[in-house]
């Protein structure tokens, strides 16, 4: 799933609705022009759009790239980034449940996988959500005589 903000669907809804005219791809001056947005917020939302695939830009023509996953709008910029740290989360316990052997995880194995793993966090990330999984009572920190693990 992704998700993106309810103006970035506004804008690559439009997109699609042109580019049934414009085969090449749509004309950016007439997108903006048709959305009555400032230049800085168009550029902004054009960019997240690219950054998630859901566009392709080729000089100042845009295409809407097809997209299997479902698209998920919310209200705010702030909504979209708890969402993506929900659907982090998700990934990040199915990580740990994949990896823990009898129920425990090495704390220092698992943040070397969400580190370098197939995730890729940085240690702030990395971090707030071990602390979120602690606080939802999903892993909890434990000592044993070799070190410290967390157990599911």
């Known amino acids: 799933m992704i998700t993106i903000t309810q103006k ?15 085969s ?7 997108l903006k022009l048709d959305l009555s947005m400032s230049e800085t917020e168009f550029k902004d939302i054009l960019t997240n759009l690219e950054n ?6 080729n000089d100042n023509y845009i295409k809407a790239n097809a997209v299997d996953a479902k698209i998920n709008a919310v209200e705010s910029r702030a909504d979209v980034l708890r969402e993506d740290l929900n ?13 823990a ?4 995880i090495s704390r220092h194995f698992l943040e070397g996988n969400l580190l370098y793993g197939d995730l890729k966090l940085n240690n702030l ?6 602390v979120s999984l602690e606080n939802k009572g999903l892993i909890k920190k434990i000592q044993k005589k070799d070190g410290e693990y967390y157990s599911l």
Do not use: H, W
Not at 8 to 22: D, H, S
Not at 24 to 30: D, E, K, L
Not at 87 to 99: A, G, H, P, R, S
């Open 101 to 104: 052997t009898d129920g425990f």
């Open 52 to 57: 998630k695939d859901l566009i392709s830009r």
């Open 125 to 130: 990330q990395m971090y707030q959500i071990i």
């Open 87 to 99: 659907q982090t989360e998700k990934k990040t316990f199915e990580l740990i449940t994949n990896l």
């Open 8 to 22: 970035e669907n506004l804008v690559l809804n439009q997109i699609k609705y042109f580019q049934a005219e414009y």
């Open 24 to 30: 090449n791809g749509v004309p950016s001056n007439i």
